[in-house]
């Protein structure tokens, strides 16, 4: 391969080729750094059922839901319900675990709503991870009134 190059051109693109080439493993460095940083840990957060089904529209669902949380990193994690915005505090605890990687818990569930759980860090009070229990009706609601009539 044969480029037509002045010397001036030339001695530039050797200057930059050097350049770029002692930039390199530098370079590599820092983008690996950079996703090392950026690395997330797994963790799993879920509600075991995720629905609850009541017969007729409106009414209240009860279950009992499971909750299961893993991390690979231990530390404190406590779990926590996000309260609906008519309620003055926002969120209510549920239980807290410390020096703790993974654990499960029952949670008496009644609601006539979707209600949603998060996984929150005690030291910082940071969201790690949601998960929310939906409400679903066997029966949705009629806008038709029903009338009994025996004749």
């Not at 044969?2 to 010397?7: A, G, P």
């Not at 530039?12 to 390199?24: E, G, R, T």
């Not at 020096?99 to 005690?122: A, R, T, V």
Request: hydrophobic fraction near 40%; charge should be positive.
């Amino acid at each position: 391969m044969y480029f037509n190059l002045s010397n001036g051109h030339a001695k530039k693109w050797l200057v930059l080729s050097c350049f770029l080439v002692s930039l390199q493993p530098s370079l590599a460095a820092e983008i690996t750094n950079k996703v090392n940083q950026l690395t997330v840990t797994p963790l799993i957060f879920s509600a075991q059922p995720a629905n609850c089904i009541a017969l007729r529209h409106g009414r209240t669902c009860y279950a009992n839901v499971k909750l299961n949380w893993s991390s690979d990193i231990k530390q404190d994690y406590c779990i926590y319900i996000k309260q609906p915005q008519t309620v003055s505090a926002p969120l209510k605890m549920i239980q807290c675990w410390k020096n703790s990687n993974g654990n499960q818990i029952i949670f008496n569930f009644e609601s006539n709503e979707k209600i949603e759980f998060l996984l929150m860090s005690s030291k910082n009070k940071q969201v790690i991870a949601e998960t929310a229990v939906e409400v679903s009706w066997v029966h949705k609601p009629t806008a038709r009134k029903r009338r009994w009539r025996i004749f």
